[in-house]
């Protein structure tokens, strides 16, 4: 017997030695990964494309009231807030917007803000965590309307902590299981002046749906949110498969979107919870436009 449990303890170290050798690795490679550096392309308009400034701030304000959750990771007064706050997944929090103590923007310019929201890519070079997939589509008048909307709200003092990793981050991180925007917009250097025109067609829809990327993956076929907290259930599959929303009319949808409540009577879950409040305020046009290009969107299986 007493030789059993000697064999068991040294069992037990080797096991405790590899998941150690494991996390050493796994530390260091999320370090390589974060520090990184990526050329960004120079080509966008102009913050002052916009000629009336206060024109400018409102559909800044409307921008991100109805349609861009920048709130939800940055605080409703974009002083700070939380993206994920989860062990062993680690402290990933959206940093301070304001001008404040503790601001990460009083020296941006307009080509800062340009890198880490339209590419994930910080001002010296390296990667943010920043979901930046979800604004790929973002014009350059709705960036400048963003950055001038922000620019208008009062200080607020925050030291917002930055990014710690737990050791399933690391690991997620190190293994290319959490993506980096970054890595996925490499190369892109395209955007356009200006948002498709507001009207109920198909290409309004797409550019509407395009912030739904994040979670609900480049094709909306839905599946595990990958780099998202680990209680969050998979993402729904948007499009028109037996897996999504081929059963669904416009009518579901809109139920959805006013109660939170899908065509089968399960209410949503985090984080749709948190992207409800925004559609919540879409206009009918914006709806019905999104409706029609999940309608048009080809059957992929969930995950596909």
Same mark, same amino acid.
């Given at each position: 017997?007493?030789?059993?449990?000697?064999?068991?303890?040294?069992?037990?170290?080797?096991?405790?030695?590899?998941?150690?050798?494991?996390?050493?690795?796994?530390?260091?490679?999320?370090?390589?990964?974060?520090?990184?550096?990526?050329?960004?392309?120079?080509?966008?308009?102009?913050?002052?494309?916009?000629?009336?400034?206060?024109?400018?701030?409102? &559909?800044?304000?409307?921008?991100?009231?109805?349609?861009?959750?920048?709130?939800?990771?940055?605080?409703?007064?974009?002083?700070?807030?939380?993206?994920?706050?989860?062990?062993?997944?680690?402290?990933?929090?959206?940093?301070?917007?304001?001008?404040?103590?503790?601001?990460?923007?009083?020296?941006?310019?307009?080509?800062?803000?340009?890198?880490?929201?339209?590419?994930?890519?910080?001002?010296?070079?390296?990667?943010?965590?920043?979901?930046?997939?979800?604004? &790929?589509?973002?014009?350059?008048?709705?960036?400048?309307?963003?950055?001038?909307?922000?620019?208008?709200?009062?200080?607020?003092?925050?030291?917002?902590?930055?990014?710690?990793?737990?050791?399933?981050?690391?690991?997620?991180?190190?293994?290319?299981?959490?993506?980096?925007?970054?890595?996925?917009?490499?190369?892109?250097?395209?955007?356009?002046?200006?948002?498709?025109?507001?009207?109920?067609?198909?290409?309004?829809?797409?550019?509407?749906?395009?912030?739904?990327?994040?979670?609900?993956?480049?094709?909306?076929?839905?599946?595990?949110?990958?780099?998202?907290?680990?209680?969050?259930?998979?993402?729904?599959?948007?499009?028109?498969?037996?897996?999504?929303?081929?059963?669904?009319?416009?009518?579901?949808?809109?139920?959805?979107?006013?109660?939170?409540?899908?065509?089968?009577?399960?209410?949503?879950?985090?984080?749709?919870?948190?992207?409800?409040?925004?559609?919540?305020?879409?206009?009918?046009?914006?709806?019905?436009?999104?409706?029609?290009?999940?309608?048009?969107?080809?059957?992929?299986?969930?995950?596909?």
């Amino acid at each position: 017997m007493r030789h059993a449990f000697q064999w068991i303890r040294i069992g037990l170290a080797l096991v405790v030695g590899v998941l150690a050798l494991g996390i050493t690795w796994a530390s260091w490679e999320a370090d390589r990964v974060m520090s990184r550096t990526y050329d960004v392309h120079a080509d966008h308009g102009s913050p002052e494309s916009s000629a009336d400034r206060v024109e400018s701030i409102e &559909r800044g304000r409307r921008l991100l009231e109805a349609r861009y959750p920048c709130a939800d990771c940055h605080g409703a007064d974009f002083s700070g807030g939380t993206m994920v706050d989860a062990f062993p997944m680690g402290r990933l929090l959206g940093p301070n917007l304001t001008d404040g103590v503790g601001t990460v923007v009083s020296e941006y310019t307009y080509e800062d803000w340009d890198r880490i929201v339209r590419h994930g890519v910080k001002p010296d070079g390296t990667p943010s965590i920043m979901p930046s997939i979800d604004f &790929r589509e973002m014009s350059d008048q709705e960036l400048a309307d963003i950055v001038h909307y922000i620019a208008s709200q009062p200080a607020v003092d925050n030291e917002v902590p930055t990014v710690k990793l737990g050791p399933l981050g690391m690991v997620l991180v190190a293994t290319g299981q959490i993506p980096l925007s970054a890595d996925e917009l490499a190369g892109r250097t395209a955007h356009r002046a200006e948002p498709p025109a507001t009207a109920v067609d198909v290409e309004f829809g797409a550019h509407l749906a395009a912030v739904c990327a994040g979670c609900h993956g480049p094709a909306l076929a839905g599946g595990p949110i990958r780099g998202g907290n680990p209680s969050w259930a998979p993402a729904s599959n948007l499009t028109q498969h037996a897996d999504g929303l081929a059963d669904w009319t416009l009518e579901d949808f809109r139920r959805l979107i006013a109660d939170g409540v899908s065509r089968t009577g399960a209410a949503t879950q985090a984080p749709m919870d948190l992207a409800l409040p925004l559609m919540q305020r879409m206009t009918d046009v914006e709806v019905e436009a999104l409706w029609l290009y999940l309608e048009s969107l080809e059957p992929l299986p969930t995950g596909g």
